[in-house]
């Protein structure tokens, strides 16, 4: 089923009106690399879109509709909201948490939500949503944003994370556990198959995309991602048909085909080795 098809048609609150008029500029999707591929969207399922809402909207987002479909729009991503149940957060799943930066703690604390400061890493916290999935904060103060290619100086967009965030809020990564060595195995797997750049996140295993850094990490056990509250990841692809078939010719195995929503959005979807559900759009980046 289409992803946003499901989501009910709710009226956007005052509060998220108020709040959306202080936006910064230039919540849009990053541009592709040269695979074609950039972060798009998280999808979430939950109990209260309307909740669910107010709390991105706080952390910085713009509420948008795509079709019938609440989302939220950041520099970077789009976390679009739907209504249903779970199987819990991704707390124990393989793709464990998300984290964007801000400038400032105390922007988001002025918003109303509550950042739990990690005292041994200046800089970093969480917030957490309505549903209890934990978002990860890194202020412009951490001292472990930093990416550094395994071949050579960070160049280009990924030397994005070397220096001051240019907007209130931007999304910087996703963290996958992994058992055993797999991580190792991970990172190879997104950099070939998404064109991705190798490297490390701080003391992490990584891989750089447009608007996304993937961090893993190994000796831990995660459970399949999907029908979990953050139930799937998307890439906003420059051409589908033509990514389905070199993936398809590189060993991915689709759950579904490439479909067309009402919307206008292309879509197909596939699953990692390790259970972390992807989606690849065409034509979100328009909303």
């Known amino acids: 089923m289409h992803p946003f098809r499901r989501a009910s048609v709710l009226a956007v609150s005052a509060f998220c009106i108020l709040h959306s008029a202080f936006e910064p500029a230039h919540a849009q999707l990053a541009a592709p690399n040269q695979a074609g591929v950039s972060m798009g969207h998280l999808h979430y399922h939950v109990a209260d879109v309307e909740t669910n809402k107010r709390f991105w909207t706080a952390l ?8 019938r479909a609440d989302a939220v729009k950041f520099p970077d991503v789009i976390v679009v909201l739907e209504q249903g149940p779970s199987s819990g957060t991704s707390e124990a799943a393989v793709l464990n948490h998300v984290a964007f930066r801000v400038r400032t703690f105390a922007q988001v604390e002025a918003a109303g939500l509550k ?4 005292a041994q890493f200046p800089g970093v916290g969480y917030t957490y949503t309505p549903e209890k999935e934990r978002v990860e904060l890194f202020e412009d103060a951490a001292l472990n944003l930093t990416f550094t290619p395994d071949s050579g100086p960070a160049q280009g967009i990924v030397d994005r994370h070397n220096h001051p965030v240019s907007t209130a809020v931007a999304f910087h990564h996703v963290h996958l556990y992994l058992p055993g060595e797999a991580h190792l195995e991970a990172k190879a ?13 701080s003391q992490y295993d990584a891989v750089d995309l447009p608007g996304i850094n993937f961090n893993f990490s190994g000796g831990r056990t995660g459970a399949p991602m999907k029908g979990r509250t953050l139930d799937h990841i998307g890439f906003e692809v420059r051409d589908l048909a033509a990514l389905y078939r070199r993936l398809e010719g590189m060993g991915a195995k689709f759950d579904a085909p490439i479909q067309k929503g009402a919307d206008g959005v292309s879509f197909a979807v596939l699953t990692d080795p390790w259970g972390t559900s992807i989606e690849l759009t065409e034509g979100l980046r328009t909303f």
């Open 189 to 201: 797997w997104y950099a070939r198959m998404f064109g991705g750049v190798l490297g490390k996140r």
């Open 115 to 118: 950042v739990d400061r990690l």
């Open 60 to 67: 910085g987002g713009t509420p948008i509709r795509i079709g």
